[in-house]
């Protein structure tokens, strides 16, 4: 898995590709009857809003953790792992990416909340305008994709801060680095 996870760090065009076909499965089942071409060309015009926010915000964190994408894939690897980097100027550069990470997720809990009530609403207008094959699958996604979100928030949420502390008890608290920026 970690290979994996690796891999497509490196290779963001195929994360986009992946996920554009199994969003395209995923309403081929809903909505069957509809050509497989004009599904996917739909579903990959749809997602360039979200590719190039993905885009913005990876190159970003590239130039946190030293410009590179190896460095950065790195950085992501030594995080799961919860492996404190050894050199300074490394250590510096994972505790950047962390403050930006923490910084950027400190309305999570009102995102999801937005999210919950979303999917919901989404879910209700489709049991009453749809047959029961699309409100199943919307209610099997909403479920799914608010469950999926609540655990991988929280687990990335417990290993910044964990790295975090970390790099705390390593070296310069992270209040003084954050004062240099």
């Known amino acids: 898995m970690e290979r994996?996870?690796?891999?497509?760090?490196?290779?963001?065009?195929?994360?986009?590709a992946l996920s554009i076909l199994l969003a395209?499965?995923?309403?081929?089942?809903?909505?069957?009857?509809?050509?497989?071409?004009?599904v996917v060309l739909r579903t990959a015009v749809v997602s360039v809003g979200g590719i190039v926010v993905v885009l913005v915000r990876r190159n970003r964190e590239?130039?946190?953790?030293?410009?590179?994408?190896?460095?950065?894939?790195?950085?992501?690897?030594?995080?799961r792992r919860g492996e404190v980097p050894g050199e300074p100027a490394e250590r510096e550069a994972m505790r950047s990416l962390v403050?930006?990470?923490?910084?950027?997720t400190r309305h999570r809990v009102a995102?999801?909340?937005?999210?919950?009530?979303?999917?919901?609403?989404?879910?209700?207008?489709v049991a009453l305008t749809s047959g029961t094959?699309?409100?199943?699958?919307?209610?099997?996604?909403?479920?799914?994709f608010l469950s999926w979100s609540v655990v991988a928030g929280n687990r990335q949420q417990r290993r910044l801060r964990t790295m975090r502390a970390a790099l705390d008890d390593h070296g310069v608290p992270a209040a003084a680095a954050s004062r240099t920026r």
Request: some cysteine.
């Open 24 to 38: 395209s499965a995923l309403v081929m089942v809903l909505y069957p009857g509809r050509s497989a071409v004009s």
């Open 4 to 16: 994996l996870n690796s891999f497509l760090g490196r290779h963001l065009w195929l994360q986009f």
């Open 133 to 144: 094959r699309q409100t199943i699958g919307f209610a099997l996604l909403t479920v799914g």
């Open 62 to 79: 590239k130039k946190t953790a030293g410009g590179s994408t190896n460095g950065l894939v790195s950085m992501d690897t030594k995080l």
């Open 99 to 104: 403050a930006e990470r923490l910084h950027r």
């Open 111 to 125: 995102a999801l909340v937005f999210l919950a009530v979303m999917f919901c609403t989404v879910t209700a207008m």
